[in-house]
């Protein structure tokens, strides 16, 4: 079974950065899209960033300018560059890939990996 390692979490002072990694355990195959979510205490999931198998990226717009996702096509891993951290950031940062499948897609997630913003 297919597994996402994240990695790259923790704690870091307002105006910080720190980089998450994602790679899966496995090669998947015929992915259309790569990225991450998060979700922070008492709020539901929100897309950070994607990028497709063509290579569009895609930003939440608070993220925009300060946030850089890279995908290694080789290696099918993802990676997101978080510069100009900001308390609000402060979330449970999960990755995910979709894959296409016979009958449609397949969603892979991470197991979250913990962003703390604060001084």
């Known amino acids: 079974q297919v597994q996402l390692v994240e990695s790259g979490g923790g704690l870091v002072q307002p105006g910080g950065s720190l980089r998450l990694s994602c790679a899966p355990s496995?090669?998947?195959?015929?992915?259309?899209?790569m990225g991450w979510y998060r979700q922070a205490p008492g709020k539901q999931r929100e897309l950070v960033a994607t990028?497709?198998?063509?290579?569009?990226?895609n930003y939440e717009d608070s993220v925009k300018g300060r946030f850089t996702l890279s995908r290694d096509n080789a290696q099918n891993t993802v990676s997101l560059q978080m510069n100009n951290l900001k308390p609000e950031d402060t979330a449970v940062y999960y990755c995910?890939?979709?894959?296409?499948?016979?009958?449609?897609?397949?969603?892979?997630w991470g197991q979250g990996t913990q962003v703390t913003v604060s001084s």
């Open positions: 995910h890939v979709q894959q296409i499948v016979v009958d449609g897609t397949r969603t892979y």
């Open positions: 496995t090669s998947i195959f015929r992915i259309i899209a």
């Open positions: 990028i497709t198998r063509d290579g569009t990226t």
